[in-house]
């Protein structure tokens, strides 16, 4: 799982693709490479251990003259991080240099066989056995010798190819790994994602599977593997070059929650405009007889989409009345579920390219459910293989941890579930019309959220020094707790546990003591009076508690407060209130996502930690 850029042209190409591989950071960073087609006529390559920026350091030093290049940022998938591990990596002769985004799933018996027929080896990855083989089938024609190549392999990649030989030559390739050809005057460039390469360009060609692209810098010609020409459109990439940089935040993490306000009107724009009109869902693909005879819903994702996708169970089954599962997307396949007719599969990823999902997905697929996406990159490989796709219209994010889709993943499945509600005639007109002003008022509710963030840092200020948190919740506001939990842990590296708060006593309960702080969430609802008795029970036991609670709560911010005890003792303190503004409880998990985020963010960046790329995390999982 990893990033490749590349270009080709009149500039100097290091700068471009060194510029390419900070937007595909997040993808992987613990090292990095660069070739370069010299003047000379030889590959120049460096490479090095850690993040781009020591790539860069080494490149002021020595730097890369010429105007073609590959260019790779790693997540170690075989082998350890190591310069020789790291891409690019070359054939015996030193003139073929190839970087890779995948895995080769036979290359221990590719390895075998070239080894056998005296081509050497130095690293320990999958990814060395291409080089070798284009340099086995090389005779003069690099495009030719990339096909063979290409067929030779099992397994997912996208593949950027440069030849000494050939200086004015640049193949690409892909087969389950993203590939995107940028179109340039005079330059071309390959990338993984189009955010790579939108500074340059903003004309793209996606590459599917199984398809071969020949870069030369006036022209580029698009092929299957049997060489066979393919016309496609020209895809204009809808977001301005500069929606990737930090704009004046410190960190991604922070721009991007930030940018919920905006993002979510643009998720609701053209879908839902008036709380008397219907919603309208472009992409949905589905005729209101299918909507009406929907026996099941699955729905399925990774981290962060998943816990979105438990808020979307619950909706979908309130509001929808079809029976819903949630599966972790790792997990779905294991369990060989069985699938009914009129079974809706709704796979749910920001990226569209996380391995596991695919693959849950089609499993779905064969096993007959329809599929629906709910994702944000546009044109991913989840795209392709659906039936009908739901865009969450959240813009690019970089940032590893996930902040704005999250949010705007609910919003969507919310849209979904009221349609679905709405044509199958199970929600009363009065309910569809309170929840439909209720996501209409959501920007504004989350700008009211950001603007209360020094409240939460102050909050963060008090607790990030302790080493655990617990985050409880109920009903719908369970899957809250679970991703406050995960946000905190993945930045922070406080260990953080989301648990029912309906569970604390058959186990958590044995952790409460003053140095674990517990976020409850306690908005009015349903499960609001089982909170209160929640935190009362935490507090007996000296357990520091804050509380998400509506504005105007008077009761939540002494609950549980003992006003005997030893002043010393934090059950004698009020509670840590962040509050929210009142909404329907089947969209609170919108409101309540954002201050935990903050929280999340504050305590990381107190405690000091790399909030954009934390540690042995990649923003885009591509392997299973
Ligand atoms: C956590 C996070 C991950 C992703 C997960 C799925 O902050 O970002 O848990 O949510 O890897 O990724 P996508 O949504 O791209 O399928």
């Known amino acids: 799982m990893c990033g490749i850029v590349g270009y080709i042209g009149f500039r100097q190409a290091a700068d471009i693709c060194i510029a390419g591989l900070r937007h595909l950071e997040y993808r992987g960073y613990d090292s990095a490479g660069i070739a370069v087609i010299a003047e000379d006529g030889q590959l120049d390559v460096r490479k090095v251990v850690g993040k781009l920026a020591v790539l860069g350091e080494l490149l002021e030093q020595q730097p890369l003259i010429g105007s073609t290049s590959i260019g790779h940022t790693r997540w170690a998938t075989h082998g350890k991080p190591s310069v020789q591990n790291s891409h690019p990596h070359l054939s015996c002769d030193g003139r073929i240099a190839v970087v890779h985004n995948g895995i080769i799933e036979n290359y221990q018996e590719l390895r075998t066989q070239l080894e056998a027929e005296g081509h050497t080896f130095i690293s320990q990855t999958d990814t060395e056995v291409m080089p070798h083989l284009v340099e086995k089938y090389y005779e003069g024609d690099l495009r030719a010798a990339v096909c063979q190549a290409v067929a030779d392999l099992q397994g997912a990649f996208a593949f950027g190819v440069i030849c000494a030989d050939n200086p004015g030559q640049m193949v690409a390739v892909r087969r389950f790994s993203p590939l995107v050809v940028g179109i340039g005057e005079g330059e071309n460039y390959i990338a ?19 398809e071969l692209a020949l870069l030369m810098p006036d022209s580029i010609e698009l092929t299957d593997l049997d060489l066979n020409p393919i016309q496609r459109e020209v895809f204009v990439i809808p977001w301005p070059a500069d929606a990737a940089e930090k704009a004046g935040h410190k960190h991604f993490m922070h721009k991007e929650i930030h940018e919920q306000p905006e993002a979510m009107h643009a998720c609701l724009a053209g879908r839902l405009s008036d709380p008397d009109k219907s919603i309208v869902l472009e992409g949905l693909n589905m005729t209101e007889a299918e909507i009406k005879s929907l026996r099941k819903v699955v729905l399925t994702a990774c981290g962060t989409a998943y816990n979105a996708g438990l808020v979307g169970r619950f909706i979908m089954e309130n509001l929808a009345r079809v029976p819903s599962e949630a599966d972790l997307a790792a997990e779905l396949r294991a369990r060989d579920p069985v699938v009914l007719d009129n079974t809706l599969c709704i796979v749910i990823s920001q990226s569209g390219e996380t391995a596991d999902t695919l693959v849950a997905l089609r499993d779905m697929q064969e096993k007959g459910a329809k599929i629906l996406s709910v994702l944000n990159v546009v044109d991913s490989s989840i795209a392709r293989e659906s039936d009908g796709v739901v865009y969450i219209q959240a813009g690019p994010e970089i940032g590893v941890a996930s902040t704005k889709a999250y949010t705007l993943q609910i919003l969507t499945l919310e849209l979904i579930a009221l349609h679905f509600a709405e044509v199958r005639g199970t929600a009363s007109a009065e309910q569809l019309r309170e929840l ?8 504004e509710h989350a700008r ?177």
């Open 436 to 443: 439909k002003a209720a996501l209409l008022q959501m920007p």
């Open 192 to 210: 993984s994602d189009m955010g790579a390469i939108r500074k340059e360009t903003d004309k793209v060609y996606v590459i599917a599977d199984d």
């Open 448 to 624: 009211v959220l950001l603007e209360r963030e020094e409240d939460v840092k102050a909050i963060a200020a008090k607790h990030y020094e302790k080493p655990n948190a617990l985050y409880l919740g109920r009903g719908i506001n369970l899957p809250s707790a679970m991703e406050g939990a995960l946000k905190m842990k993945e930045i922070s590296y406080i260990h953080a546990e989301g648990y029912s708060a309906g569970e604390m006593k058959h186990g958590p309960i044995a952790l409460i003591e003053p140095s674990c702080f517990t976020m409850a969430i306690a908005v009015a609802g349903e499960v609001y009076d089982k909170m209160i008795g929640n935190i009362m029970e935490i507090k007996a036991r000296s357990g520091p508690v804050i509380a998400v609670a509506d504005d105007g709560d008077e009761q939540i911010p002494v609950t549980g407060v003992d006003a005997e005890a030893d002043p010393d003792d934090v059950a004698s303190q009020p509670n840590d209130m962040i509050w929210v503004p009142p909404v329907p409880e089947l969209v609170s998990p919108i409101t309540v996502a954002i201050p935990l985020q903050l929280l999340a963010y504050h305590m990381a960046d107190m405690r000091g930690e790399h909030i954009d790329q934390p540690r042995n995390l990649a923003k885009t999982v591509t392997v299973e």
